[in-house]
């Protein structure tokens, strides 16, 4: 099955062409690798496959459901933030579910009887229930763990 497709992209930075028309199929169950010299596209290519950036020519398709993330090799974190308060900020839908309930859970504490509030609260815990978001932070502590 297709996961990535690219059918002769090209990008370029000014004068400079980092891809031209260059192809690529990623199908499910692939382990791919990059090599390559600096500054011969490597990092181009994940940054248009994770739709960071647009080719400039050719067609990049994403099947399905597919989500690809980038993560820069000097990525700008905030240090003030823990390693799991990191991994909260991200964009993935669990995470997002998962602040909003704590942000809505803390609203009704203050505003208990805010029918609104205990509305959105309802289908924020069918969500959590659906996209089993519960098993959201010990899932994380369990990756950050086993990462050392």
Not at 138 to 146: E, I, P, R
Request: glycine share 8%; aromatic share 4%; net charge negative.
């Amino acid at each position: 099955m297709n996961l990535v497709t690219l059918e002769t992209v090209s990008k370029r930075y000014g004068e400079r062409e980092l891809l031209v028309d260059a192809n690529l199929l990623i199908n499910e169950g692939d382990c791919i690798g990059l090599l390559g010299r600096n500054g011969s596209g490597k990092t181009t290519l994940l940054k248009l496959i994770s739709s960071l950036e647009t080719p400039d020519s050719g067609r990049l398709t994403i099947w399905g459901n597919v989500r690809v993330r980038y993560l820069p090799q000097d990525p700008d974190l905030d240090e003030q933030l823990t390693v799991l308060e990191t991994v909260f900020q991200s964009d993935a839908p669990q995470m997002k579910l998962l602040r909003n309930y704590e942000r809505v859970n803390s609203q009704l504490q203050r505003q208990p009887a805010d029918g609104q509030l205990q509305q959105q609260m309802m289908a924020l815990n069918e969500e959590m229930d659906r996209l089993d978001g519960w098993a959201a932070e010990a899932s994380a502590k369990t990756v950050l763990t086993q990462l050392g």
